[in-house]
């Protein structure tokens, strides 16, 4: 199942989001009820758990200046290992 094509989320795929929304933020450890940033849009198992300002802020944020990623030295993959790692450790 190799789909490029945007989809409708299956159950599986929903649920996983679910629970990495759960997760507290892969890039500065805030908060409990995260956002998903898909790294790429529609393969929703690339979804790392990010706070909305390290996901969207302007300036800290992936999708702004990400200064926070800067500090943090972190890339989109490292935010995903760790949120990977959450899944499966915790
Ligand atoms: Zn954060
Ligand atoms: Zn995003």
Not at 16 to 24: A, D, F, G, I, T
Not at 35 to 45: D, I, N, P, S, T
Not at 69 to 78: C, H, Q, S
């Amino acid at each position: 199942m190799h789909s490029k094509n945007k989809k409708a989320m299956t159950a599986a795929e929903r649920a996983h989001v679910e629970r990495v929304k759960s997760l507290p933020c892969s890039v500065c450890d805030q908060g409990h009820e995260s956002e998903a940033h898909e790294m790429k849009q529609g393969q929703w198992y690339t979804s790392a758990a990010l706070c909305s300002d390290c996901h969207r802020g302007p300036i800290n944020g992936w999708h702004g200046q990400k200064r926070m990623w800067a500090v943090m030295k972190m890339d989109e993959l490292d935010a995903l290992a760790v949120t990977l790692e959450r899944l499966f450790e915790g």
